[in-house]
């Protein structure tokens, strides 16, 4: 498996405005549109959904995750769906 390093304040930034799912240490998801991240890269999302072992637990609405707590965060997999809907960010977008 290759592995290679990757600076996450261009990351995050590349993200922002973008659907994520951010994964905790403690094996919740969300799922949201990354608003901003700040220098300690704490996270915003907006229309975020809640996953616990894989199911829909609940939508959240406006979000701050604390930096400490994220496990990853990358692009959700429907990004191109989201993008078609003209970027509304439907719930039923953002399920997988």
């Not at 949201?32 to 609940?58: P, R, V």
């Not at 959240?60 to 970027?87: P, S």
């Amino acid at each position: 498996m290759a592995q290679f390093i990757v600076n996450p304040k261009p990351f995050l930034a590349d993200l922002t405005g973008k659907i994520v799912k951010v994964r905790l240490k403690w094996g919740m998801e969300y799922q949201g549109k990354l608003e901003s991240s700040d220098a300690y890269m704490n996270l915003q999302l907006l229309n975020t959904e809640e996953f616990i072992d894989g199911q829909l637990a609940g939508y959240l609405g406006e979000v701050l995750i604390r930096c400490n707590n994220v496990l990853y965060i990358k692009a959700a997999e429907n990004q191109e769906e989201d993008e078609e809907d003209g970027g509304r960010g439907d719930a039923s977008a953002m399920r997988d």
